[in-house]
């Protein structure tokens, strides 16, 4: 019977999947691309068909992890390889989730429940079609907390270890979480409380007892201390040795998080802040107190996964935990808007609290009453935070979406790659691709291009005319014409210490401008 299961439960995940990537190649086709998606597309194309030293690429573009889960698929499609991989992540998502259900309650009902939520709720859609690595963050975030809910139903220090792996991966999908584990640092100490062989139930008395035990008390520290090591000695080294891997390519031990070549979030995060500092309509920052509220707006059913909860106080406090890194994250980047992902993770959490403990509640009939009106409601109020988003990828996406409206943001790029693509094989353009990966992503011959990543960059940036037959300058009205030399301010530098040089416009749009270089 359960084979039998398993196998239908494959093939919905299999469809599921298909479902997916025709959504996301259907929404490509309207002009959606994700920033990330472009981002990897453009890396890929660098390690696969690179001419020079791309190590420092290989190994330093973050986040690394959904980086190449992308390019394992750009043999396949380059456009498409980031959409894949997104697709193929949710689908697996979709089917650890549902494994687990049917080994725990064996209930059609709540498989249909999550069925729905993966077929239709807005928030999953823009994860699986995206082309973003928000999938594979979902997919490590489940079996993190999973795996922390089997160590404290088993008390087998086993499932603590593959949590730990799990936090290590996630961390490498996006580094913002290796702030979780500084929420976990004193929860430990309640988990190991916890874990002792005590007839007293409160905390307080069982931590009184084990003090006041010698042999209780060495147990305690030991175990504590057992724990720390098995949860965080991995992340820790991992992240260590990630910093000298920085530090010896890059001569930064920050780069992979804080260079706009090395990751996309630099500029991503820099552009929403202005966008929405110069808006004419300004939206206040998010409160803190207003976080937590509307996480439980977004995912009403969370509610029910802390009610399901509530008898065990460090369970409840595990369950807790992902609020305080939220709230910790606003803090810490208070310019930022919380995108998506940091609210779709509570999903996650919720329906992995109701598949794991709804077995336990007497009225079951008032539980999935409840379960299903409220799995509505998400299906509502996650259509409305993806539309009223501060963050205007998000709300591209909604409007492709929904309203099969075509998306005009990437036209100019795929405007100007095309003619990139009709020079002449011999032609090189120099291009910066801290802002100009959209348009390189969209380039079918990377040869052309002088990019960041050869060592001759530098020195065409000098003398363009000795490397390079073209130019790419990004204009005043472009946003990221900060974020590189090769600007509007560009031109009468490089004329007045070449006078010799003469540079035509064959090819403009708002954000770019495309010189054919001269010498006399």
């Not at 992890?65 to 193929?88: C, T």
């Not at 943001?409 to 801290?434: K, M």
Request: glycine share 2%.
């Amino acid at each position: 019977m359960r084979t039998t299961q398993s196998k239908y439960l494959l093939i919905i995940s299999l469809v599921l999947g298909a479902y997916y990537l025709i959504a996301g190649i259907y929404l490509n086709n309207l002009g959606y691309f994700s920033q990330e998606a472009l981002f990897y597309i453009e890396k890929s194309k660098i390690v696969s068909h690179g001419l020079d030293n791309k190590l420092r690429v290989m190994g330093l573009t973050a986040p690394i992890l959904p980086f190449y889960s992308s390019f394992v698929f750009s043999g396949i499609s380059n456009l498409l390889a980031p959409v894949i991989a997104s697709s193929i992540c949710t689908a697996l998502l979709f089917y650890l989730m549902a494994s687990a259900l049917l080994k725990r309650l064996n209930s059609d009902f709540y498989l249909i429940i999550l069925l729905v939520i993966f077929v239709l709720h807005p928030g999953i859609l823009y994860v699986a079609c995206s082309g973003k690595s928000v999938a594979l963050v979902l997919v490590f975030f489940f079996l993190f907390f999973f795996n922390l809910l089997r160590f404290y139903r088993s008390n087998t220090t086993f499932h603590v270890s593959i949590a730990s792996i799990c936090l290590v991966i996630l961390i490498f999908c996006d580094y913002k979480f290796i702030w979780l584990s500084l929420f976990f640092i004193p929860l430990v100490l309640s988990i190991t409380i916890q874990s002792l062989n005590l007839s007293e139930q409160e905390s307080i008395f069982r931590l009184f007892i084990s003090f006041n035990n010698p042999s209780l008390r060495r147990k305690l520290i030991n175990k504590t201390f057992a724990l720390y090591i098995i949860l965080f000695i991995l992340p820790l080294a991992c992240v260590v040795c990630y910093k000298l891997l920085n530090l010896t390519h890059a001569n930064d031990l920050n780069y992979s998080v804080e260079s706009p070549y090395a990751t996309w979030t630099v500029l991503a995060d820099k552009l929403t802040f202005d966008q929405l500092s110069t808006n004419l309509v300004y939206r206040l920052p998010e409160a803190s107190i207003l976080i937590s509220g509307k996480i439980m707006l977004f995912c009403p059913l969370i509610l029910v996964a802390l009610y399901l909860f509530r008898n065990s106080t460090y369970q409840l406090l595990t369950l807790l935990t992902p609020f305080a890194f939220v709230e910790f994250l606003h803090i810490k980047y208070e310019k930022v808007f919380l995108p998506q992902e940091y609210y779709l993770m509570f999903l996650v959490l919720a329906l992995l609290c109701i598949l794991y403990k709804a077995q336990t509640l007497r009225n079951q009939q008032t539980l999935k009453i409840t379960v299903a009106i409220l799995a509505v409601v998400q299906l509502y109020t996650g259509y409305y935070f993806l539309k009223t988003s501060a963050i205007g990828e998000e709300v591209h996406f909604a409007d492709v979406l929904l309203n099969r409206n075509p998306d005009p943001l990437q036209s100019e790029n795929r405007d100007l790659a095309d003619y990139i693509n009709h020079l002449p094989n011999d032609a090189h353009v120099l291009i910066d691709d801290a802002i100009a990966y959209p348009v390189v992503a969209f380039v079918d011959d990377i040869h052309k291009l002088t990019l960041p990543y050869q060592g001759i960059f530098l020195t065409a940036i000098e003398t363009p005319d000795k490397y390079d037959s073209y130019i790419l300058l990004a204009t005043e009205k472009n946003e990221t014409t900060g974020f590189t030399q090769l600007n509007n301010r560009y031109v009468p530098v490089i004329q007045k210490n070449n006078s010799e040089l003469r540079l035509r416009r064959v090819f403009e749009t708002n954000d770019w401008i495309l010189y054919k270089i001269f010498d006399k």
